[in-house]
Each structure stands twice: as structure tokens, then as C-alpha cells.
């Protein structure tokens, strides 16, 4: 019993981490609609840059500065040259932007900082102790915090400052915001920069689990399942989701695959997000729309 | 029409009791009333009267929570949008839902898709009853564009037309599909005094030449009074009037309703 | 001046929904056909049929079938590589399994299944709509490419999931050279795109077109919207599968589960993104440009940048230069390749005026 509890705590820990690429998605979809799928990319160049200021022997914090400015750059680019070029196109045209969008920043990162997987210690011890009996890891109890903080500081944004208002007008009705005088293109540049800023601290964390290397903005892919089932608009559903998806594929791969030759984990995540679609179409805390015509 | 017939035959269509709401606001509140066959009813009232969700009520697209719909002999409690489709219930919408990325020719033939008898991969390999079927159905939607005289843009992508065609258009595609019963959902609005004319001439036109039932929303109550045989007035979701459009006119509840004095 | 309908008059509807209308459109596309099917395999060497010819028309092909879903009706799909896959190791199978089934019969087979497994995965799109769907279709490439991984049954027991081209045998002909496979491919991808083109203009492509575009409104006018969909992801499906029967058998010769990994599906979306959604041509041209465009980087790389770049500099640089091409294709020309074909001829018409008329 004692061992299920182990995998449920390690795959809830796990699910932080896919949370954290999902928060990114949800801000820019709550704020420009834009499914995008390039979030992914965003986490790998981010730290890919931040490791490599490391490298070349920058202080934690300065490296950190750069990276977050780099990001900053990277989304005025972004607003500048694609998302103010796509205003009023189909969302389907919108995610290939981003499609295109991930192609380029993955290949940028490439080409700046190589391709070899570079390893990233943010200081924390990553072995187990035990609590209750179980076993738990620093950095993962590290990783949970990081996120937990990150959702207070993102709703006190969204619900306190005039910005988080703005943003929040412009998701329930955008051409309503432009016409109270809410500067759209700002508030854009802000969400991706704030999304980049996540995808930061999401790469980092991952980066120090796994190694800053390419198979990060794959992550992504998995983000997918996570936001159906929390919902595309919801922060919090993000949260759940993503604990949702880390549990249930660690406890499907140990206790299910070994019938199925394992590897499940790959699939299962998709397949749970599938059949929860037909029972929730709208996702736990997403919001179901009344159709108008 | 005939209802001045002593003896009316039953109605085409008839709401019984019906109820909606979205969440917690009422959007229809215990509404009945009926249409005979071969008349032009209009739907009249305020903004937010719920004109349109009665329409989308009586084709399917909303549930309502309460009361049934008799349509040509059946009674309903929820409609389903095919069952309006195959029962010959057709519609415009509002807003324009035309196919905006077809020609005004393949929306056109669109309407017509219950009346193909030909199976998809008869037409795919164009074998069996196919080849003559696709052009029986291109002359009907030829006949409709004509009608309409939309000629001139048969080949042209929807999207781009300008508001008034694609107003016209729409109408032809519910027309393809040689309705009993056509719902408008404000054919005219957004329109000119020329363009109301033409329009106007087209929906009796329907009326008289195919004998369409025509279940109408229009604001411009001018247009109303000329066309219609029968005026339903909504209110906040209530039944206010109903009746000849001169009997309508002089109903002290729909003249507070349309000038604004206190209910 | 010599391309125009001056003179042509149509006076029958049957003359009206053909093809192609035009007489010189119609000359050019037999032309084009006896060009590659006598002149190309008499001037082409080997090099051109293997590493050109064969993945373009394959290519093609896919893209036929993902823009069947995504440019007619409207689905976004990212697992076009495992209806492949599908297609591949059903067919493969058929053929081990089935004593003398005849090759193309089991490609035939192979499509069906993959058909099939299409309906399965397009089942949630009836519930759900936009990029809900993606799950599905991401469901689906992990899941197929994890069972032909992991279930060794599928590649009879080789190591790796590895798949072999049985004999390419038809009709007693071997085509196993690279013309051969060539004409075989060619062959079949020319009935399948002129299938395509009658797909697309029957009711069936309507119905497509009607629910990609307000779907509501395709309900209200008595469209069965679940038979479409289905119908979308059941052929869109078999055209995949029969695809990647060819991209094993008659391209590759050998293929692991791998070779169809979500990198194929990203690709077979940028041919129709490139090429044109909504259209069949549209497949060729952007298949044309996703096989020709790293050959002609990587012979400007060698000759003009000798030793500046590595091939891992040139991939990323590759990389980078698509995406760019991606979006400046959907900010300019969203409707790819093909409408700039289309405005081309467009011109060609009334050249030397410079006005049309729809």
C-alpha cells in the first residue's frame, strides 16, 4: 500500500511540472485566444539561454535577468511580426502560426546554444527522505512550492492590478476592450512576456530533473491533456489537471503496463483526456459556452 | 388569406405552453400560439423579447424546458434538428450562417442535400443514379437562383459578397430545400428601404408561389403590416398580442410595449 | 492570349461541372499526364525516382488525405503519420498472412484498415469540437506507433518493429526498380487525386465544406453531421494508409514504427499548409516544395557555404526558415501555393488586360 502512495505522491509531484507549461498556455489563450502550441519551445529556448549564460560563467541572478529579457525581446518579436499580422483570422490559423512559431524558436536555439544536452543544478538536493513512511524528493516538495507560488502571484496579478483587469476584459470580449481604450498590442506583449517568464521557471525545473536538452518542448504534447481536462481558461484547472495527468500515468505505467508490455505512459494521458471529454466536454473548471445564432 | 375561411383547417404549427431558460435568466415564459398553413406570421417585439430563441426552439437548436411543439399532425417535445430538417422546417438565421468559404451555387445546392437520393459513393465514382442526379439538382438550384436573381454571382465565394446578397443567398439555400415551413430570423434588418422592397417581394413571392408557411422576426413594423396575415408580439419573454396585424395595432399592452410605458 | 474560353461555350450542366472547363486546361493536364508517365520514366535516373519523384508523389498523397479532415472538413489533426503507420503494417501483415493476396489488393486492405481505425479516433469530434479534436488525433499517434512498437506480432517478429517490402509483384510485372516503383506509385496516386477531385465536388465535399464552415447551420439544413465527420476521418484515413503503404513498400523499401513518429504528421500538415487547404492541387505543390526545398538548401549550403555550416547547423537553419515560411505563408497567402497558382492563370486569361471578373 505504502509503495501505490509512493507513486501517487511522485506522479502528483510530476504533474506539477506539466502544470506549470499548461499556466503558460492558458494565459495566452484567456488573453489572445491563440492556442499556442510554441509554449513548449518557449520553455527549451529559455533554458537553453539561461544554462548557457551559466556556462559562460554569469552569476545565477544575472543570468536569470538576461533570460527573462531575452524572453521579453521574443515576445515583442512575436506580437510585432505575427500575432498583430493574424488579427481576426481563424483560430486554427492562429495555432499554425504557432506551429511555425515553435519551428523557429526550437531551430533559434539550436543554432545559438548547439544541440547537446546541457545539465542545469539549481542547488537543490534532489534525494529522497522520508515522511509518513514515504518517500519524498526536495526537489520535487522545491518544484511544488516554485508552482504554488506561482498561481498566488498570477491570480493576485489577474484579480488585483489594473493590467490583470485589462486582461481579463479582453478575454471576454476583445473588440469590447478596444473600444473602452484598452491598448491590445500592450497587453499582448505582456501575457507573452508573463508566459515566457513561466516557461522559464518551468524550464529550469525541468531542466534540472531531466537536462536542458531538446525532448523539452515536447512537454507540450503533454500540456494538451492537462488543459482539457482542467479546462483551456482556467489557472487553477491547471493545477488539477496537471495532477490529475502526473498521477494517473505514473499509476497506469506501474500498475497496468507491466500487463501491456509497458510504455503506456505515452498514450494514456491522451486517451484518459479522451474519454474524460465525453463525460466534461467543458473541462472541470472551464466555462461551457451557450451557442448564439 | 384564409383565415377569413369560416371553417380553418388545423394549423401547420402549433407551441404549447413552451418555457426556456439560459442558467437562471428566463429567456421564454409559457408561450402558445399557432400558424396555419400557407400564412406569413410574424414574430414581433423588443430586443431580447426572445423572438429568436422561439425560433431556435421550434427548429431545434435550444431545448426548451417545458411545454410541446405540433407540426403538421406530430407532437413534439423536443424538436431535433433533423427532425425539423427532414419534417421540411427550414431556416435564415440573424447573423448570416451561410457557408462563407463555398460559392453561392454550392450553398445553393447545400439546401437541396435531403432531396439527393444518390449515395455518396455512387456520386464519388459517378455511377449508378448519380450522374443524371447531379444535374436534376444543379437545374433545381439554378431554378432557385434565378428566383432570386443571383445570377450574376452563382460562381462567386460567399464570404466576399456584399451584406444584402448574402442575406439573399441564405434565403436561397433554405429555398433549395423546398420547405413547408420557413423560419426568417430578421431577413430584412440591416437594410435599406430599396433592399426591404425587394426582399419584401421575394418572401411573397415564396408565399404565393410555392405556397411556403413563413414564420418571420422583423423590427421595421411597416414591413410587418404589409406582409403579414397573422402578428405574435413578445415581451420579456411573454406572449403580449396575438392576432390580425390591424386587431394587433390597436392592443393597448403592444403600443405600451413598443412606446415604452410602464408594464 | 492562347489561354482563354473565348469560343468555348458551355451549354450543358454536365459540361459545366467537369474537371477542368477550360479546353487548354484539359490539353495541359494530359499533357502532363503522358509527360510523366512515358517521358519521365525514359529521361529519369535513378537518383531522381528514389529520392525525388517517388516521396513527392507519396507526399502528395498524404496530404490528399489530411486536407480530405483538416481543409475540407474543417478537423485539426496531428496524428496523420499512425493512419499511415496503419495503413503500412495492415498491408505488410496482409501480405505475410494471406497466402497469394495479390500486392496491391493488400495495399487496397491496408487502407481500409486504416480507414477503419480512422472512424475509431474520429468518434469523440462527434461530442466535441475545435482543438478538442487534437487530443484525439494525438491519441491516436502515440497509441498506434506504441502498439507496433511494442507488440512484436506486427513486424512478424523482426527486431525493433522493422517492416520489409514484400515483392513488388503487380499483375506479374516485378517494379522493383526504381522507375518501376516509380510507375507503380504514380499509378496509383493518379486514380486516388482524380477520385479526390470527384470526392471534393460531390455532395459529400459539400457537406464537408458546410461543416467546416458554420456547422449549426449544416444541422439546420438536415446535413447528417456525424456521417460527414466520420466519413472525413474514415477517407481522410484510407488515403493516409495507402499512403504509407507506399512510403514502406515503394519509397523506403524498409520502415520501423518510428518512421511515422509525430514529425511526419507535423510535416504532412506544413504540405497542405504550404500547398493550400481546401484544394487538391494544393497537395502537390506543397509536396513538391517540402521535397525539393532541403535538397536545394543543402546544394546552396555546399556550394556557396562550403565549410560554414555543418548539417547540423543547415537542419536547425532548415528548421527555421520553414517556420518563417509557415507564417509568412498564413499572414499573405492562407490559402497556399495553390491560390497563387489559381491568381496566375487568373491573369493568364485576360492578359494583356490586367481586370477579371469572377
Given at each position: 500500500m505504502s509503495f501505490f502512495f509512493e507513486v501517487l505522491v511522485g506522479g502528483l509531484l510530476a504533474g506539477v511540472m506539466y502544470s506549470l507549461v499548461a499556466i503558460g498556455f492558458v494565459l495566452i489563450y484567456k488573453a489572445s485566444g491563440v492556442f499556442n502550441f510554441a509554449q513548449g519551445s518557449m520553455v527549451l529556448f529559455s533554458a537553453l539561454t539561461f544554462v548557457s549564460l551559466l556556462e559562460r560563467s554569469y552569476p545565477f541572478w544575472l543570468a536569470f535577468v538576461l533570460t527573462l529579457l531575452i524572453m521579453l525581446v521574443l515576445a515583442w518579436v512575436i506580437e510585432r511580426w505575427v500575432l498583430r499580422k493574424l488579427v481576426n483570422r481563424s483560430p486554427i490559423t492562429l495555432f499554425m502560426a504557432t506551429l511555425g512559431l515553435s519551428y523557429i524558436i526550437e531551430g533559434l536555439a539550436q543554432s545559438l546554444w548547439g544541440a547537446q544536452v546541457h545539465g542545469l543544478d539549481l542547488?537543490?538536493?534532489d534525494e529522497p527522505f522520508e515522511v509518513l513512511g514515504l518517500l519524498l524528493s526536495q526537489f520535487d516538495l522545491f518544484a511544488s512550492a516554485v508552482a504554488g507560488s506561482l498561481v498566488i502571484i498570477l491570480s493576485l496579478f489577474f484579480n488585483k492590478t489594473r493590467t490583470g483587469i485589462a486582461l481579463r476584459a479582453v478575454a471576454d470580449d476583445p473588440l469590447a476592450a478596444l473600444a473602452v481604450g484598452i491598448n491590445l498590442q500592450r497587453l499582448w506583449l505582456i501575457v507573452w512576456g508573463v508566459a515566457g517568464f513561466v516557461g522559464l521557471v518551468a524550464g529550469l525545473l525541468w531542466g534540472a530533473r531531466?537536462?536542458?536538452?531538446?525532448?523539452?518542448?515536447?512537454v507540450v504534447l503533454k500540456a494538451l491533456p492537462v488543459l482539457i481536462i482542467g479546462g483551456f481558461t482556467s489557472i487553477t484547472g491547471c493545477i488539477v489537471g496537471g495532477l490529475i495527468i502526473g498521477a494517473s500515468e505514473k499509476l497506469a505505467e506501474i500498475f497496468i503496463g507491466p500487463y501491456l508490455g509497458g510504455g503506456i505512459e505515452n498514450w494514456f494521458p491522451y486517451v484518459l483526456a479522451m474519454l474524460f471529454l465525453l463525460v466534461?466536454?467543458?473541462?472541470?473548471f472551464g466555462e461551457r459556452q451557450i451557442e448564439r445564432v | 388569406m384564409n383565415t377569413t375561411q369560416p371553417l380553418s383547417p388545423p394549423p401547420l404549427l402549433q407551441l404549447e405552453h413552451i418555457s426556456l431558460s439560459f442558467k437562471a435568466v428566463k429567456?421564454?415564459?409559457?408561450i402558445s400560439f399557432a400558424v396555419q398553413p400557407g400564412e406569413i406570421c410574424a414574430l414581433i417585439g423588443p430586443?431580447?423579447?426572445g423572438k429568436s430563441s422561439l425560433l431556435n426552439v421550434i427548429n431545434g437548436v435550444y431545448r426548451p424546458d417545458e411545454g410541446a411543439i405540433s407540426y403538421n399532425g406530430e407532437t413534439f417535445n423536443i424538436m431535433q434538428t433533423h427532425h425539423a430538417a427532414e419534417r421540411g422546417i427550414t431556416r435564415t438565421f440573424q447573423n448570416i450562417a451561410l457557408f462563407?468559404?463555398?460559392?453561392v451555387l454550392d450553398n445553393v445546392l447545400t439546401g437541396r442535400n435531403l432531396h439527393v437520393r444518390s449515395s455518396w459513393l455512387e456520386q464519388v465514382f459517378n455511377l449508378g443514379r448519380a450522374p443524371q442526379e447531379a444535374v436534376r439538382q444543379r437545374k433545381k438550384a439554378e431554378a432557385i437562383i434565378e428566383f432570386l436573381h443571383i445570377q450574376p454571382w452563382r460562381?462567386?465565394?460567399?464570404?466576399?459578397?456584399?451584406y444584402g446578397l448574402q442575406k439573399r443567398v441564405e434565403l436561397g439555400r433554405a429555398l433549395a430545400a423546398e420547405p413547408k415551413l420557413l423560419l426568417l430570423d430578421e431577413?430584412?434588418?440591416?437594410?435599406?428601404t430599396e433592399e426591404k422592397q425587394e426582399m419584401s417581394r421575394f418572401i411573397l413571392a415564396t408565399q404565393r408561389e410555392f405556397g411556403t408557411t413563413i414564420v418571420l422576426i422583423e423590427h421595421d413594423i411597416g414591413v410587418v403590416m404589409a406582409l403579414s396575415d397573422h402578428v405574435v408580439v413578445l415581451d420579456y419573454g411573454k406572449k403580449i398580442g396575438d392576432g390580425k396585424p390591424e386587431e394587433v395595432r390597436q392592443n393597448p399592452q403592444v403600443i405600451a410595449a413598443y412606446l415604452g410605458t410602464q408594464h | 492570349m492562347l489561354y482563354r474560353e473565348a469560343g468555348q461555350f458551355i451549354t450543358h450542366y454536365r459540361a459545366d461541372q467537369?474537371?477542368?472547363?477550360?479546353r487548354q486546361d484539359r490539353i495541359g493536364f494530359y499533357l502532363l499526364l503522358a509527360s510523366a508517365f512515358v517521358l519521365v520514366p525514359y529521361c529519369g535516373n535513378d537518383y531522381w525516382f528514389s529520392a525525388i519523384l517517388i516521396p513527392f508523389l507519396v507526399l502528395s498523397l498524404a496530404g490528399m488525405g489530411l486536407n480530405f479532415l483538416t481543409?475540407?472538413?474543417g478537423q485539426l489533426s496531428l496524428g496523420s503519420a499512425a493512419f499511415m503507420a496503419v495503413g503500412a503494417f495492415s498491408a505488410y501483415n496482409f501480405n505475410l498472412r494471406v497466402?497469394?493476396?495479390?500486392f496491391l489488393l493488400s495495399i487496397l486492405l491496408g487502407g481500409v484498415v486504416a480507414g477503419l481505425t480512422g472512424v475509431i479516433f474520429g468518434l469523440p469530434s462527434l461530442k466535441i469540437k475545435g482543438f478538442y479534436v487534437l487530443v484525439s488525433t494525438l491519441a491516436a499517434q502515440f497509441f498506434v506507433q506504441w502498439v507496433f512498437t511494442n507488440f512484436a506480432w506486427f513486424s512478424n517478429d523482426s527486431s525493433s518493429g522493422v517492416i520489409t517490402a514484400p515483392p513488388l509483384d503487380v499483375f506479374g510485372l516485378d517494379l522493383s526498380s526504381p522507375a518501376g516503383r516509380y510507375l507503380l506509385t504514380l499509378t496509383i496516386v493518379t486514380a486516388l487525386g482524380l477520385l479526390a477531385a470527384n470526392i471534393v465536388r460531390s455532395e459529400l465535399g459539400r457537406n464537408w465544406m458546410a461543416v467546416r464552415d458554420m456547422d449549426t447551420a449544416a444541422a439546420v439544413i438536415g446535413i447528417a453531421i456525424p456521417k460527414t465527420k466520420l466519413l472525413a476521418f474514415a477517407i481522410s484515413s484510407f488515403y493516409l494508409g495507402i499512403a504509407g503503404s507506399l512510403w514502406a513498400?515503394?519509397?523506403?523499401g524498409t520502415v520501423e514504427p518510428?518512421?511515422?513518429?509525430i514529425n511526419r504528421s507535423f510535416q504532412i500538415l506544413f504540405i497542405i499548409i504550404i500547398g493550400g487547404m481546401?484544394?487538391?492541387l494544393g497537395n502537390f505543390l506543397g509536396a513538391a516544395f517540402i521535397v525539393l526545398f532541403p535538397v536545394l538548401m543543402s546544394h546552396i549550403a555546399n556550394g556557396l557555404l562550403v565549410g560554414v555550416m555543418d548539417s547540423g547547423h543547415l537542419e536547425n537553419f532548415q528548421k527555421i526558415v520553414f517556420g518563417m515560411l509557415i507564417i509568412g505563408f498564413l499572414i499573405k497567402?492562407?490559402?497556399?501555393l495553390a491560390s497563387i497558382w489559381q491568381t496566375f492563370t487568373q491573369q493568364l486569361r485576360v492578359w494583356p488586360l490586367r481586370y477579371w471578373s469572377h
Open positions: 542547488g537543490i538536493n531531466l537536462g536542458v536538452q531538446f525532448s523539452l518542448s515536447l466534461r466536454p467543458a473541462g472541470l | 429567456a421564454i415564459t409559457n430586443n431580447g423579447a462563407k468559404g463555398m460559392s460562381n462567386n465565394v460567399v464570404g466576399n459578397l456584399p431577413p430584412m434588418a440591416g437594410m435599406n | 467537369r474537371l477542368f472547363r477550360l481543409g475540407y472538413a497466402e497469394g493476396l495479390p513498400f515503394t519509397y523506403l518510428h518512421g511515422f513518429d481546401g484544394s487538391i497567402e492562407p490559402n497556399g
